[in-house]
C-alpha cells in the first residue's frame, strides 16, 4: 500500500484512486505482490488457521503459490496466469520463490506482532456494503499511511456490515495522521466518527458502566483478536494442555465423490489427484447472462425442491457465467426442471447448456479438490476442535476473511461468502459427515470469516526454515 501524508491535496487524491483502478502493469503487479506478502505477515499468519496450516506443513516453510493465488482477493490477478503472479512475487522484499516458481515462503522467522492495540483505529460512517467496499476501504486508509489490515465489522449472527471498521495502521505515525488529519476524515460527503481502538474500548465500558475486573476483561476482549492464535496454541502445548492424542497416528482422509472414494493429499492443505477424480458425463449444467454476479442462496433454493445434495455451484464475480454440478449424471427430466425454475440469475434471463467435455473434466476436478480442502479442515476439527478468526472483516472480508489488508465478511478479507459449496463427503477413519463448503475465509480479506487448519495435528511450533534469511455497537 502507498503511503500519502495526510495533508495531501484534493486534486492528488482523486488522481491515485485512478491509478489504482485503472493501473499500470507495475501497478498490478505490485498489488498481487502485496496482497500475497499480507496473506504471509506476521499480522495475518499466525492467526489464520489456513494459511498456518500451509505454512507449517513441510519443516522448509514452503506454501504453494497456485493454493495462494486461488484465493478470493486473488481472483482479479490469477487470470493473468501463473507466471505472471511469479514474477510478481519475485519483486517481493518479504518472501522468496523456489527455483522452480511453484512455492513461496517468508525470508524472515514469524514474530509475534507487537502494538497492534495502539496502532489501531475506530471510525464508523460508511454506510452500506457494496461489492467493492473493501477495495475502497483500503484505498481510502492508505492515504493516511501503510495498513496491515483493515476489519470491517459485523453484527454476530447475520454477518450485517455494521458500517465501522477496525484499522491496524503499520505506524504510529500514521495513527496520528488520521486521528489528528485536518479537515476530518469524511464518506461520501460525510465526516466519520473517528477515535483510537482504545478510546472506543472506554467508551463503550463506560456506556456499559462496567469497573474494577469487569471492566478490564471487556477491554481485553475487544482489544485482542478472536479466534485461531499459533503462538496461544504453542503455548498451550508447552504448559501440556494440547498432549491428548498427539502421539496417536493420523488416520488417513478419505473423500467420497460421486460415488468414488478418493485418497486426500495433505501436503498442499488438501488436494486430489486429477487421475482419481472420475469423470461423470452430463453431471454439470452451464448457466449464462447472470450479468456479473450471482445469488448462491436463491440459485439453491429451488434446486433443493428436486434434488436430494445440495448442488455445487461455481461462479466469479464478474464473469457472465458460471457452473452448477450435480452428485450424478442428469436426466431430461432433471434438466428441463432446472431450465424451468431457475429461469433468471441476479435478476437476469439466464440461458442453460450442457458444458463441453473438457470444461466439465476440470469443473469436476475443480470440485474434487473444494471437496478435499473442507473434508481435511473437517477431519482436523473432529479431532482438535475448530477456530474461527483471521484477519479482519466480520474475515471482516477474508483472503476478512482474508482481512484482506482489509476484512470483508468472510469475505474479506467484505461482502458474504463467495465461492461454490459442494455437497461431497469425507471420511476419516469410518466416520462420514457431510460435506459444509469451504471453511478457509479469512479476516480482512479482508473479509473476516472462519479460518481453518490442518487434521490430526497438534498446531506445529515454528521451526526455522534452512535458509531463512534476515532483513536488516456503535
Known sequence: MSTESAAASDEKKPAEVTAIHEGSEDEKLRNARKQIEFYFADSNLPFDKFMWSLHTANAEHWVPIKTVSSFKRMREYVSNGHEWIVKALRTSEELEVDEAGENARRRTEVQPPKGQFERSIYAK????????????????????????????????????????????????????????????????????????????????????????????????????????????????????????????????????????????????????????????????????????????????????????????????KGDDFGLVGFDKALTEDEIEYVKTNLKTVNSNDVQWSIPEEEEEKQFQIDRANFAARSALLRSHDRKG?????????????????????????????????????????????????????????RAVEPDGGPDTGVRGQAIPTIAPSKKAKTDAAL
Open 385 to 441: 476442535g475448530s477456530s474461527r478468526g483471521g484477519r479482519g472483516g466480520g474475515r471482516g472480508g477474508g483472503r476478512g476473511g482474508r482481512g484482506g489488508r482489509g476484512g470483508g465478511g468472510r469475505g474479506g478479507r467484505g461482502g458474504g461468502r463467495d465461492g461454490g459449496r459442494s455437497g461431497e463427503k469425507s471420511q476419516s477413519a469410518a466416520t462420514t459427515e457431510e460435506q459444509s463448503g469451504e471453511k478457509r475465509k
Open 125 to 316: 460512517g460508511f454506510g452500506d456494503e457494496t461489492s467493492d467496499l473493501q477495495k475502497k476501504l483500503e484505498e481510502f486508509f492508505s492515504q493516511y499511511g501503510e495498513t496491515n489490515a483493515v476489519r470491517m465489522r459485523r453484527v454476530d449472527g447475520n454477518k450485517q456490515f455494521k458500517g465501522s471498521v477496525f484499522v491496524e495502521f503499520a505506524e504510529m505515525k500514521s495513527v496520528e495522521a488520521f486521528l489528528n488529519a485536518d479537515p476530518k476524515p469524511s464518506w461520501d460527503g460525510t465526516e466519520l466518527l473517528i477515535m483510537s481502538k482504545e478510546a472506543y474500548c472506554d467508551m463503550k465500558i463506560k456506556e456499559k458502566g462496567l469497573t474494577g475486573k469487569t471492566a478490564e476483561m471487556r477491554k481485553d476482549s475487544i482489544a485482542s483478536r478472536k479466534g485461531f492464535n499459533a503462538f496461544q496454541e504453542m503455548q498451550d502445548e508447552k504448559k501440556g494442555k494440547g498432549q491428548k492424542g498427539k502421539d496417536k497416528p493420523n488416520p488417513e482422509v478419505w473423500l467420497e465423490f460421486m460415488g468414488s472414494k478418493i485418497r486426500v493429499q495433505e501436503g498442499d492443505g488438501g488436494s486430489v489427484k486429477s487421475e482419481d477424480v472420475p469423470y461423470i458425463k452430463g453431471a454439470t449444467m452451464k448457466f449464462t447472462g447472470c450479468g456479473g454476479d450471482a445469488n448462491f442462496t436463491e440459485m439453491k433454493t429451488p434446486l433443493r425442491e428436486r434434488f436430494a445434495r445440495v448442488p455445487y455451484i461455481q461462479f466469479s
